[in-house]
């Protein structure tokens, strides 16, 4: 399989006089098409690996990358089984896209880009835990993990939903013959179907998107990054978290942290003022975060718990 028959080769020129050089394209893995967009690094640059959430898609990620590009660091941005363009050019999900076949995926693209390890990674959301999953397999892989509200186990409310439908399910139906794992499957389709557009209107931005977002979160269900927590490696965990969280409460995070043992700490960074899509919310801050990671700044090496204003750009520890 020949990846440059599916990928479009660009240079982009930036204002310091370099040119940017790009890979747009379908790339064949594991027999089916990632849509990927991959900017070399210019010299010893790193290179930023960038997975998406629940409903992102590359495009997501192009205000808070086009600081990172500009300084010269390579980025990778591709969309996942399920999401973006990759949903759109290949058959539709008929099963749960399990998270294993995503890592699998991500190590399969690395490697065909021929990008060494120690990989840096940022993940959002679904992303972060898929991230969490590649730290937890290949560990020697990682360099720095950048989890922002990242999904660290399956929400307690959401279970007990699910729960109580199967259970109202049993009663009413008690001839029905659909095992509990079925039943889940089927109320988390009714869960995404019914509550997504209302709270994220780009889940209806094509025909198939509430059918990708379902199986991704029937891929990922049973796996709590919670319990891979002593997995992650030396002083690599970034932990960043939004003030007003929409979605994931305090508490989840919190439980999260603590698992994590104090070596594998790097840095918890509360961000003022944002709410769930901390990329969006605030792009610039985001890419200079994560440009301070890959610089090694010491004040994100401490394993110490920090607060960030994105308006002034100014980081601090928690007294």
């Known amino acids: 399989m020949k990846i440059l028959s599916t990928i479009v080769a660009m240079f982009v020129s930036v204002g ?6 790009q890979q747009l394209g379908l790339v064949d893995i594991n027999g089916k098409n990632l849509y990927v967009e991959y900017t070399k690094p210019f010299g010893q640059k790193p290179t930023l690996i960038v997975v998406n959430g629940l409903t992102y898609s590359t495009r997501n990620w192009s205000a808070s990358m ?20 990759t949903l759109l050019s290949n058959s539709m999900p008929t099963s749960p896209i399990l998270y294993r076949q995503q890592v699998a995926d991500i190590k399969a693209l690395v490697n065909k880009l021929k990008i060494k390890a120690p990989y840096n990674m940022v993940g959002l959301s679904y992303g972060g835990g898929i991230i969490a999953a590649y730290a937890a397999e290949f560990p020697k892989d990682i360099g720095n993990l950048i989890l922002i509200a990242p999904y660290t186990e399956f929400l307690e409310t959401q279970k007990n939903w699910i729960k109580d439908q199967i259970q109202n399910t049993r009663v009413a139906f008690p001839h029905n013959p659909a095992s509990d794992e079925e039943l889940t499957d089927y109320f988390i389709r009714q869960l995404v179907y019914t509550t997504y557009p209302a709270a994220e209107i780009s889940s209806v931005e094509n025909p198939w998107k509430l059918e990708g977002i379902t199986r991704l979160v029937q891929g990922i269900r049973m796996y709590q990054p919670i319990h891979d927590a002593k997995k992650i490696p030396k002083r690599s965990l970034h932990l960043v978290l939004a003030e007003q969280d ?37 792009p610039r801050f985001v890419g200079q975060f994560i440009m301070g990671v ?25 007294p």
């Open 16 to 21: 310091y006089g370099q040119s940017l050089q």
């Open 66 to 85: 086009k600081f990172l590009k500009q300084k010269g660091y390579g980025v990778l941005l591709f969309d996942l089984q399920g999401m973006g363009t």
């Open 246 to 282: 929409q979605y994931i409460p305090k508490a989840v995070f919190e439980k999260y942290w603590n698992a994590v043992p104090l070596s594998s700490r790097a840095s918890r960074t509360k961000v003022r003022y944002s709410e769930h899509k901390l990329p969006e919310a605030f």
């Open 294 to 318: 890959l610089e090694g700044q010491p004040l994100l090496f401490k394993g110490e718990t920090l607060e960030a204003n994105p308006v002034t750009m100014e980081i601090k520890k928690v």
